[in-house]
Structures are given as structure tokens and as C-alpha cells.
């Protein structure tokens, strides 16, 4: 049996009500996403730099005397995981869990202990009981400065330094345009480039340092790493806006195809019971008149 008139205008009514609700969402989302896109485009060359001196410096040290230069052989792993407090972006959250647990598992397969630091509810709850969550970072990411990525570093360089685990992580949605945020996995500690050759494309200029390169990168280091924790927390916040608004606004567009379809189905079963109406009407009165 078909849908009556009226839980048919009843249905309408609730999706309106959602078609308003995201449309508003999607413009809130609009909104923050212009003031978070401007600070994480205005933080990225900064950011760009600072990797650049480091690399630079870190290619040139041969004697490892910061403890933050050890490398180590690598049996326990450190991830700092960012996702968003709240829901309602799409697969925003879900794409850098993915990434997070396909890292895991290799690490795993490879004997290797993983234990991670959350900032972001979403990625708190989905790898709470696990039991490898050994700090977390909650309804901290409406409004934030650098305080909280010294905070997140502050956290993790001491554990480091006691040798509690060997090479720290940080993964974050990289923000490429509203639509579009790729999960990036960035090796922090020990950096890549310590020792190598490759420290960046001034590599093969020669410096004069004073103070000494060694002096020079136990100030650079920390401000290196929450640098870069804070730049994956800018690209957090603006990507996690951009998807909203994407997800608000295919939810909006759904409401509406909804609605137009809901729209024919009333007219056609108000079509039909008009109809079923004038039939007994009819066979009403072709009783009456066979009556007479």
C-alpha cells in the first residue's frame, strides 16, 4: 500500500528542515574555511624555510651530540595522528585513519611497536580501544595558536630523548583545494636529512656558522618540530572546512532531488485519490438514477 497524503507532506516537511540545516552548515563552513585557508596559505613559506635551514644544517653535522639526532634502530614508532573534533566532512576523517592503520600494519608485520599521540576526537575514538593512544588532543581544534603545537611537541621530544620509542611520525590531511586533501605521513624524528648528503637544494653552498652547526640545531630543532606540528594542524583545520562545505553541500543537493521527488509522489497520490473520489461519486449517483 502506498504512502498517504499526509506521511508523504510529513516526510517533506523533515527533509526541508535537513535541506535548510545543511545549507546553513554549509555556509558556516564556507566562512571558517576563508580565515583558516588564509592562515595556512600566510604559514607555509615560513614553514617551507625553516625546513630548509634545517635540512641544510642537519646534512652538514657529523658529531650526533643532540639527543634529538640519534638514530636508532627503529623498534618502536611514534605517530602523530590529526583529524577533526567533529563529524559531517565526508571521508575527511576516515582517509587519514585508512593511512594510519596501513602504516601500522606494515610496521607490525615488520616487528615494529606503534603507539600514537591524537589530536582530534575522531581519531581519538576510532583507535581508543586499542590501547596504543598514549596522548590525546580533544575539542582543542576550533581555536588554536602555536601553543598547542608546542604542546604536542612538548609531549613527544622527552619520550624520544628516553629512548621510549625511536622515530616519531606525524600524519595529517595535506589541504590541496576545498574538494581535494591528500593524507601525507612525514618522518619528524630522527630527520631524513641528518647526515645525509641531500640537505636541501642549497646542500652544495658552504657556509660560515656561528655558532657552531651543533649549537645552531639544538635551538632550530624545536622550533622545527612544532613548526611543522603546527602547519599540519593549519592544514587539519582548512581541510577539514573545505570537506564540510563539500559534504554540506552534496547533502543539500540530495535534500533537494529528494524533495522534487517527494513533490511528484504527492501530486500523483493526491491525483489518485481525487480520482478514487469522483468514481464513487459516479457510482453513486448510476446507483441513484437505476433507483428511480
Given at each position: 500500500?502506498?504512502?498517504?497524503?499526509?506521511?508523504i507532506k510529513?516526510?517533506?516537511?523533515?527533509?526541508?528542515?535537513?535541506?535548510?540545516?545543511?545549507?546553513a552548515?554549509n555556509?558556516?563552513?564556507?566562512?571558517?574555511?576563508?580565515?583558516?585557508?588564509?592562515?595556512?596559505?600566510?604559514f607555509?613559506?615560513?614553514?617551507?624555510?625553516?625546513?630548509?635551514v634545517?635540512?641544510?644544517l642537519?646534512?652538514?653535522v657529523?658529531?650526533?651530540?643532540?639527543p634529538?639526532?640519534?638514530?636508532?634502530e627503529?623498534r618502536?614508532?611514534?605517530?602523530?595522528?590529526?583529524?577533526?573534533?567533529?563529524?559531517?566532512?565526508?571521508?575527511?576523517?576516515?582517509?587519514v585513519?585508512?593511512?594510519?592503520?596501513k602504516?601500522k600494519?606494515?610496521?607490525?608485520?615488520?616487528?615494529?611497536?606503534?603507539?600514537l599521540?591524537t589530536?582530534?576526537k575522531?581519531?581519538?575514538?576510532?583507535?581508543r580501544k586499542?590501547g596504543?593512544?598514549?596522548g590525546?588532543?580533544?575539542?582543542?581544534?576550533?581555536?588554536?595558536?602555536i601553543?598547542?603545537?608546542a604542546?604536542?611537541?612538548g609531549?613527544?621530544?622527552?619520550?624520544?630523548?628516553?629512548?621510549?620509542?625511536?622515530?616519531?611520525y606525524?600524519?595529517?590531511?595535506?589541504?590541496?583545494n576545498?574538494a581535494?586533501?591528500k593524507?601525507?605521513m612525514?618522518?619528524?624524528?630522527?630527520?631524513?636529512?641528518v647526515?645525509?648528503?641531500?640537505?636541501g637544494?642549497e646542500?652544495?653552498v658552504?657556509?660560515?656558522?656561528?655558532?657552531s652547526?651543533?649549537d645552531?640545531?639544538?635551538?632550530?630543532?624545536p622550533?622545527?618540530l612544532?613548526v611543522l606540528?603546527?602547519?599540519?594542524?593549519l592544514?587539519?583545520?582548512?581541510g577539514?572546512?573545505?570537506a564540510?562545505?563539500?559534504?554540506?553541500?552534496?547533502?543539500?543537493s540530495?535534500?533537494?532531488?529528494?524533495l522534487?521527488?517527494l513533490?511528484?509522489?504527492?501530486n500523483?497520490?493526491?491525483?489518485?485519490?481525487?480520482?478514487s473520489?469522483?468514481?464513487d461519486?459516479?457510482?453513486?449517483t448510476?446507483?441513484l438514477?437505476?433507483?428511480?
Amino acid at each position: 500500500m502506498g504512502a498517504s497524503l499526509k506521511d508523504i507532506k510529513r516526510q517533506s516537511v523533515a527533509v526541508d528542515k535537513t535541506r535548510q540545516i545543511t545549507r546553513a552548515m554549509n555556509m558556516v563552513a564556507a566562512s571558517k574555511l576563508k580565515a583558516a585557508q588564509l592562515k595556512m596559505e600566510n604559514f607555509r613559506p615560513y614553514a617551507d624555510k625553516i625546513m630548509d635551514v634545517f635540512d641544510s644544517l642537519a646534512s652538514r653535522v657529523t658529531s650526533f651530540t643532540n639527543p634529538l639526532l640519534a638514530v636508532r634502530e627503529p623498534r618502536r614508532v611514534r605517530v602523530i595522528m590529526m583529524t577533526s573534533d567533529r563529524g559531517l566532512c565526508g571521508g575527511f576523517n576516515a582517509n587519514v585513519i585508512k593511512e594510519v592503520n596501513k602504516f601500522k600494519r606494515e610496521k607490525t608485520a615488520e616487528g615494529k611497536e606503534v603507539s600514537l599521540i591524537t589530536a582530534g576526537k575522531k581519531g581519538r575514538d576510532s583507535f581508543r580501544k586499542e590501547g596504543n593512544v598514549v596522548g590525546e588532543y580533544v575539542d582543542k581544534l576550533g581555536n588554536f595558536d602555536i601553543s598547542l603545537a608546542a604542546g604536542i611537541a612538548g609531549e613527544a621530544v622527552p619520550s624520544f630523548i628516553a629512548e621510549e620509542y625511536d622515530e616519531l611520525y606525524l600524519c595529517y590531511n595535506e589541504f590541496r583545494n576545498i574538494a581535494s586533501q591528500k593524507p601525507i605521513m612525514i618522518r619528524l624524528l630522527p630527520a631524513s636529512s641528518v647526515g645525509s648528503d641531500e640537505g636541501g637544494s642549497e646542500s652544495t653552498v658552504d657556509y660560515i656558522y656561528e655558532p657552531s652547526e651543533e649549537d645552531l640545531l639544538a635551538h632550530i630543532i624545536p622550533l622545527y618540530l612544532r613548526v611543522l606540528i603546527y602547519r599540519g594542524l593549519l592544514e587539519t583545520s582548512a581541510g577539514e572546512h573545505g570537506a564540510r562545505m563539500v559534504a554540506m553541500d552534496n547533502a543539500r543537493s540530495s535534500c533537494e532531488d529528494m524533495l522534487q521527488s517527494l513533490t511528484q509522489q504527492f501530486n500523483r497520490a493526491r491525483q489518485a485519490a481525487i480520482t478514487s473520489e469522483l468514481m464513487d461519486i459516479v457510482g453513486g449517483t448510476e446507483a441513484l438514477s437505476a433507483g428511480k
